[in-house]
């Protein structure tokens, strides 16, 4: 059992950064993908950003390449996702997940992750 808590969120302004945090207690043996999930108001949940255990491979939604970086530090079991020239299209909760998986897998699809956290709301106004 893992349990991802993310911390972080808040309300920044457009063009502005956040920096999101997840911390993955519990049983954390094995090897796990991390990834960013959000869900903007109206919509259904999407993927943001994953990232596999060894950190070689990364998954970006379109939507945010080239302003979000996805990033982990496995002697802690943390993740983390930078948010940079934030949009007010990127208002959602967002949450932290893991998947068991091999080393070097960052899947994509939601149904490959078994943990979720509660989420944290990023707000940003226009």
């Known amino acids: 059992q893992v349990l991802p808590v993310e911390s972080g969120g808040g309300l920044v302004q457009a063009g502005g950064s956040l920096r999101l945090s997840c911390a993955a207690s519990?049983?954390?043996?094995?090897?796990?993908?991390l990834g960013w999930f959000r869900r903007a108001p109206g919509k259904e949940r999407e993927v943001v950003a994953t990232?596999?255990?060894?950190?070689?491979?990364?998954f970006y939604a379109d939507s945010v390449k080239g302003r979000f970086a996805i990033s982990r530090d496995n002697a802690k079991n943390m993740v983390f996702l930078q948010m940079n020239s934030l949009k007010p299209e990127d208002t959602a909760v967002y949450f932290c997940?893991?998947?068991?998986?091999?080393?070097?897998?960052?899947?994509?699809?939601?149904?490959?992750?078994?943990?979720w956290g509660q989420g944290t709301q990023v707000t940003v106004s226009s």
């Open positions: 990232i596999s255990h060894s950190r070689v491979a990364t």
């Open positions: 519990g049983r954390t043996t094995g090897t796990y993908a």
């Open positions: 997940a893991a998947a068991p998986a091999l080393p070097g897998w960052a899947p994509s699809s939601q149904s490959a992750y078994t943990y």
